[in-house]
């Protein structure tokens, strides 16, 4: 076990010195900035490499949205970007599918509790959703209903298909890659 936790230490020293560069003490300039601007490239690219089969998987999810609901409520509403957009009614749910685009790096849960209560026409959004709403891309068309304790949600993005097609030349519009 001794000669295991040697090793490891021998190991991780090894690593970090093949990452990191040492600091003079008495060069004020390499206290400031200890890795150059090269060696920032290089880790960035390195991290964007290994980023980016999952960051394009995400972004083949971000283009759609399609949930089902289960819980209390009677709700419609309907989106063709958020200025062509109607909605009334409330619902407090548990939803399980496809949550529709991220708009930020992390992922949204399949799973998760949503409430929506109120009216909105176009801009005009008089509705109250306690931090747990369905948050829709301003670019997104889709529609959902809630009737009793069942309800459905889908939606696509086209703005988020753009992100995915540019993401394949490592562009990313939406900022929302890792």
Do not use: C, W
């Amino acid at each position: 076990m001794k000669k295991l936790t040697a090793y490891l230490v021998i190991l991780s020293m090894t690593f970090a010195s093949l990452i990191a560069r040492p600091v003079l003490a008495d060069d004020p300039s390499n206290r400031a900035n200890m890795f150059t601007e090269e060696d920032d490239d290089h880790r960035s690219f390195l991290v964007g490499a290994l980023l980016y089969i999952p960051n394009r998987i995400l972004d083949v999810f971000d283009i759609f949205r399609l949930r089902v609901r289960v819980g209390p409520g009677i709700a419609v509403g309907a989106r063709a970007t958020e200025v062509a957009s109607v909605y009334v009614g409330t619902y407090a749910t548990l939803y399980a599918g496809l949550p529709g685009p991220r708009m930020r790096q992390m992922p949204k849960s399949p799973i998760g509790l949503e409430s929506h209560t109120g009216a909105t026409v176009s801009v005009a959004d008089a509705t109250v959703d306690g931090g747990i709403g369905p948050d829709y891309s301003p670019s997104e068309f889709g529609g959902g209903f809630q009737l009793g304790i069942i309800g459905i949600e889908f939606g696509v993005d086209p703005v988020e298909l753009v992100d995915l097609v540019t993401g394949l030349v490592t562009v990313d519009i939406r900022d929302d890659d890792f």
